[in-house]
Each structure stands twice: as C-alpha cells, then as structure tokens.
C-alpha cells in the first residue's frame, strides 16, 4: 500500500494557505467503516509529531488553521495560514492496515 | 506526563547485533500497542514493526524480517528493539512511537525522542 504525497517541496508565505495532498494505491477504508489515515509533522531535529487522524480530527493542541479533508484514496492537509513555527516536513500515514506506511514527504519552507 | 524515553546513541559494526529500550511513562503500558519507525539520514520515515504489549502479539515489515524481534518488559515498562546482522544500510534515528487505538484512532500519538544508530566499519 503506497502513500504518494504532492508536492515534494512547498514553497509557502506567511499568512497565506497551504495545501499537501496524499493519494492511497489502495482504500484505507477498513472493515470496521473507519478510514487510518493521519498526518504528522516533523521539525529539523525533532521527532515527528501528530497533526491530524482519522482523515480530520485534530490532535490536542494542534491549532484549528491545520484541517484534513478526503476519502477513500485521496486526501489533503491544509493550513489556513501559515506560521513561521509550520516550517518542517509534512507525512500522511495509514495504520489501516499492516505494514503501516508512510508518504513520502512534503517539505514547507517559507519563501 | 505521557511521554516514550529511548536509549542513547549507538555505534555499531557490520553484523553486529542492536538492542535499543524505549519506556514509557505517565500511562498504563500495557493499554497501548508499541510501533518502531526509522528514519536514514536526510530522509522519511519508514515503518519496522508493532507489539501488541498485552499479548506480546507482533508484525513487523518484511523488509527486516528475520532480523528484527520487538519484546517488551511489562514490569517495566519497557519496549526494546533488537536488530541484528547490522548493515551499513540500517544507519538512522530509531523512533518508539505509541498506537493511541481509540483515543486517536489508532495513530501514533506519542513519540520517543530518537534512539541515532550508526552501522561503519
């Protein structure tokens, strides 16, 4: 099950929006109805982070300009307004199913 | 507070065998799986294995089968990874991460700070 992210790289501006997609070779929809599909973030240095699961539901303290929207085999995060701290790289990832894979990577640099 | 800890920085040579701890604190251990994510330098994140730290129940990706064993010391609370016939290839951070089940539907909501493993001669 391969996680295609677009872009590789993207070049944002501060207080403008955002936009990362993530495209399934398979459904994530499960048999239980659910679809695993999350987002993290990763700063240089740090461990990723959770942003976003079960494809739109924000994790404590993440801040509401971080949405996910999608089904089925394709979807996208976006942020509303982009901050200096949302620099870093971006990955979807599905737990729907073993093995657990992850996209490949959006890295968000301000321009 | 809810958090992984792993253990320090490794150096090791080819073949040799590794044994990484990850711990956990400010929850109960066993009500949460336990997944292992690499990352090589300069690149993403790649998924090894998973322990269901209940059971002791594991799956781990075909790419380290056979090389790879997932254990954990419930009386301590700990996770380890043992990775073995080291490659120069399996150079990374190691990351223990929690599978939050249904708090967040199963993603991974904890992470460990990283575990640096280089494999050289």
């Known amino acids: 099950l391969v996680l295609t992210q677009t872009p590789l790289s993207s070049p944002a501006t501060l207080g403008q929006p955002a936009s990362i997609s993530c495209t399934s070779s398979?459904?994530?929809?499960?048999?239980?109805?659910?679809?695993?599909l999350s987002w993290l973030h990763q700063r240089p240095g740090q461990p990723p982070r959770l942003l976003i699961y079960n494809i739109s539901n924000r994790f404590s303290g993440v801040p509401d300009r971080f949405s996910g929207s999608g089904a089925g085999t394709d979807f996208t995060l976006k942020i509303s307004r982009v901050e200096a701290e949302d620099v870093g790289v971006y990955y979807c990832m599905q737990t729907s199913r073993f093995p657990l894979t992850f996209g490949g990577g959006t890295k968000v640099e301000i321009k | 507070q809810v958090h992984l800890l792993q253990s320090g920085p490794e150096v090791k040579k080819p073949g040799a065998s590794l044994k990484i701890s990850c711990k956990s604190f400010g929850y109960n251990f066993t009500n949460f799986a336990i997944n292992w994510v690499r990352q090589a330098p300069g690149q993403g994140l790649e998924w090894l294995g998973w322990i269901n730290t209940h059971n002791g129940n594991t799956n781990y990706e075909h790419k380290v089968m056979g090389r790879i064993t997932v254990t954990t010391d419930t009386s301590a609370s700990t996770a380890y990874l043992e990775l073995r016939s080291l490659r120069s290839d399996d150079t990374a951070t190691y990351y223990c991460?929690?599978?939050?089940?249904?708090?967040?539907?199963?993603?991974?909501?904890?992470w460990g700070q990283g575990t640096m493993v280089i494999v050289s001669s």
């Open positions: 398979q459904s994530l929809v499960h048999s239980d109805g659910k679809t695993y």
């Open positions: 991460t929690r599978d939050g089940l249904q708090l967040v539907d199963d993603a991974l909501d904890i």
